[in-house]
């Protein structure tokens, strides 16, 4: 598509519940990143894909959060047991190839998570 | 390890011209990029310098020192749609990329 698209918007859940993110990235971009940020923060980086594998996952916090990307396009972020300082806004960005210095991140507008 | 260092908030006035100070520590540099965040959106690409000196693009320029380990992003003639976050993000040897906390740029008439 023309810019990175993300669903849901906002996603409002409660404590224990499983939730999925969802990120388009732009036609053509090869690198997809995953990120959260809080209120006044930077972003934190979680995972990043090249492709359909995940070049680093290190950003992770823990075993409850796990992304995919089957097919080299869309990406899934999914969180289980959702708790209640996961509520944050999930950021996902698109690059035409991770690896290189000039590596110009495209943002989608973001997936705020509030757990109840 | 690494390290970003950017004020947290700042204020100027509209019309004027601020600096934005970015300074960090890293073992391996491949670049540095500013973007900018206004409030409730996503950050937006704004500069990269990985060669010391200045790129000016309009009414923002960017400057870098990798000896000092030190950047900054210059907004001149300031508008009130000048205010939002502006994030440092470094690309380390590996090319992953390590981003400050951003400073909040108040922008008053």
């Known amino acids: 598509g023309a810019g990175v698209s993300q669903t849901p918007s906002n996603k409002v859940t409660e404590k224990g519940k499983y939730v999925e993110l969802r990120c388009d990235p732009i036609?053509?971009?090869?690198?997809l990143y995953w990120y959260r940020q809080s209120l006044g923060q930077g972003p934190e980086f979680l995972i990043y894909?090249?492709?359909?594998?995940?070049?680093?996952d290190s950003g992770l916090p823990n075993d409850r959060f796990f992304a995919v990307r089957p097919e080299g396009s869309v990406s899934t972020l999914k969180i289980q047991r959702t708790e209640r300082g996961d509520s944050a806004v999930y950021l996902c960005?698109?690059?035409?190839?991770?690896?290189?210095?000039?590596?110009?991140?495209?943002f989608g507008a973001g997936s705020r998570l509030t757990v109840l | 390890g690494q390290n970003i260092d950017q004020p947290t908030e700042m204020t100027a006035t509209e019309g004027a011209i601020v600096q934005i100070n970015c300074t960090y520590q890293?073992?391996?540099?491949?670049?540095l990029f500013w973007y900018q965040q206004h409030a409730g959106e996503a950050p937006t690409f704004l500069s990269y310098?990985?060669l010391d000196g200045l790129e000016e693009k309009g009414r923002f320029s960017s400057f870098l020192s990798r000896s000092k380990g030190y950047s900054y992003l210059l907004l001149k003639e300031l508008q009130m749609k000048d205010s939002a976050s502006y994030l440092c993000?470094?690309?380390?040897?590996?090319?992953?990329?390590?981003w400050g906390a951003g400073t909040k740029l108040i922008i008053k008439p």
């Open positions: 960005a698109s690059s035409l190839s991770a690896g290189t210095g000039a590596n110009v991140l495209t």
């Open positions: 890293t073992s391996g540099f491949n670049g």
């Open positions: 993000v470094l690309s380390d040897s590996n090319y992953q990329l390590i």
């Open positions: 310098n990985v």
């Open positions: 894909f090249q492709g359909t594998g995940a070049a680093d």
């Open positions: 036609s053509g971009h090869t690198a």
